[in-house]
């Protein structure tokens, strides 16, 4: 049987959704069978034997569409493996060191009793939406700071655990 991975998210530029998607063709490569989607967009888990739940961070949330993804599949999360990720830090510390979850994050991991989080260094470029993240990079603070091989990394260590556990 092949395992089936929602790798669902919560982004508000597409950078997040650029890391779920990288998550997902390196799950697709290890043999499993992989989606990247929305978080709002998810009406069921049910057909998933395993889920991998990013979110942006912003003013030191995890995005609302990852945090709603939680509580309204939370019974069926349950039942399921789950992984978090978070991307945001706009600076290379996520490349650097282990950065922990923000504390909103830090209490579902205890509820879900998640398999693992990490966070990504974040994306914030020009175009960006919304008044404060022009300003961060009007002011030069923007930039990319996601290090797709440690996202690669990553991702195999879930395919790692899927397949030696499932």
Known sequence: MTTKVLVAYGTTNG???QIAEAVAEVLRKEGLTAE???AGSVARVEPYDAVVVGGGLYAGRWHKDA???????????????LWLFSSGPLDPS?????????PGLKRAMTRFDVNGHVTFGGCLQEGAKGWVARMI?????GGDYRDFAQIEDWARTVADELVTKG
Do not use: Y
Not at 67 to 81: K, Q
Not at 137 to 141: L, S, T
């Open 15 to 17: 950078s997040t959704a």
């Open 36 to 38: 990247a989607l929305p």
């Open 67 to 81: 945090r709603r993804f939680l509580r309204r599949h939370r019974r069926d999360l349950a039942d399921r493996p």
């Open 94 to 102: 996520a490349s650097e060191r282990d950065i922990p979850p923000v």
């Open 137 to 141: 990079v009007k002011n030069g603070k």
